[in-house]
């Protein structure tokens, strides 16, 4: 079974602190993702990885950045965390691309910024 | 861009009754794929059925099926035998065959929170 998990279930923080969202999978994949979801908004790509080390900003990259020293692990990064990142952010990963027909996601780490 | 819309934010169905949840999306691209997850309360995105877009048979997975229109650019799902255990939240996804970089990624619509009742 494939298996993601992220290192938080719930997460509170401070306007002005720095976070991160850790994600580890165990499947080997090459590719994983970070998104958002909001109610109204369904999720949206913060930042994609397809490989250690390589990143591409999804459709919301603002006040985020991304590490992937590793290939089973893929950090989301807020520099500097506002109220509006106030969310639920969940990571998922697949095979490369041309395999990719699934994505497998985390259980999801919902964060709440005071 | 892709955009996927569910037009139903909430629907209620009775256990063991059939129900039906909608999905539309607009693309420019003639090959592509379309999903149907779940997001039941303990917040776990599952894969509930994929579909081709070069496939003309709908796809099925045991009591959930698809009605796929192409040409109308449809995608609604499907469930049969509605059970307590089908209540989630359901998010209608497309991703792009295009092997480049974030064309990989799923794009979702708003989803449909499905509420299913003795």
């Known amino acids: 079974d494939v298996k993601v998990t992220q290192s938080s279930r719930y997460l509170v923080k401070r306007t002005g602190e720095k976070v991160f969202l850790e994600c580890v999978q165990d499947?080997?994949?090459?590719?994983m993702f970070w998104y958002r979801q909001d109610p109204g908004l369904g999720l949206r790509l913060i930042y994609f990885s397809y490989d250690v080390k390589m990143k591409e900003k999804g459709d919301i990259p603002e006040g985020y950045s991304v590490s992937r020293e590793k290939k089973e692990r893929f950090s989301l990064i807020l520099e500097s965390a506002s109220t509006n990142q106030t969310s639920m952010y969940l990571c998922?990963?697949?095979?490369?691309?041309?395999?990719?027909?699934?994505?497998?996601f985390g259980p999801g780490t919902r964060l709440t910024v005071t | 861009a892709q955009t996927v819309t569910q037009s139903q934010p909430e629907m209620s169905v009775q256990e063991a009754e059939t129900v039906t949840l909608s999905c539309t999306y607009d693309t420019s691209e003639s090959d592509y794929y379309l999903f149907w997850y779940k997001q039941p309360p303990s917040r776990q995105m599952i894969l509930v059925i994929r579909q081709e877009a070069y496939k003309q048979q709908n796809a099925t997975e045991n009591r959930f099926s698809v009605n796929f229109q192409k040409a109308a650019k449809s995608f609604s799902l499907k469930i049969s035998d509605s059970q307590l255990g089908d209540a989630a939240m359901y998010f209608c996804a497309y991703r792009s065959v295009l092997l480049t970089g974030t064309a990989s990624k799923l794009t979702f619509g708003t989803g449909t929170r499905l509420q299913v009742t003795l």
């Open positions: 499947m080997d994949h090459e590719n």
């Open positions: 998922a990963s697949s095979l490369p691309q041309e395999q990719s027909h699934e994505q497998y």
